[in-house]
């Protein structure tokens, strides 16, 4: 069935990059964005970014000028580079996927979340 295949998570030293990617594994119709989401220590998991099939992008609060999203969510892929990395960011990152079946009827699918370790 339909799934998300992410990588590029791992550790890291405060101040580096890490650059993560997420692939669709088959083509599937409606697709209406692609992102990554984040599950840090003591927080719900939140938005890091988001890419529509247009290619209009939308960042989670404080996020964008550090991390930069890409790609090309009909097809099912997308990217996302982390620079300047703190140890806040440390935590689980997962990769979502939106599909409209109707106009009131869709599905999200989620990767299995790859970790992030970003050491003082």
């Known amino acids: 069935q339909v799934r998300l295949v992410e990588s590029g998570g791992g550790l890291v030293q405060a101040g580096g990059s890490l650059a993560l990617s997420c692939r669709l594994s088959?083509?599937?119709?409606?697709?209406?964005?692609m992102g990554w989401y984040r599950q840090t220590p003591g927080n719900t998991r939140q938005l890091v970014a988001k890419i529509t099939t247009t290619g209009a992008t939308n960042y989670g609060d404080s996020l964008e000028g550090r991390f930069t999203i890409s790609g090309d969510a009909a097809k099912g892929l997308v990217d996302l580079r982390l620079d300047r990395l703190e140890p806040e960011d440390t935590g689980v990152y997962y990769c979502n996927l939106k599909q409209m079946i109707t106009i009131n009827e869709g599905n999200s699918y989620w990767g299995e979340g790859t970790q992030v370790t970003v050491s003082s």
């Open positions: 088959e083509s599937i119709p409606g697709v209406v964005f």
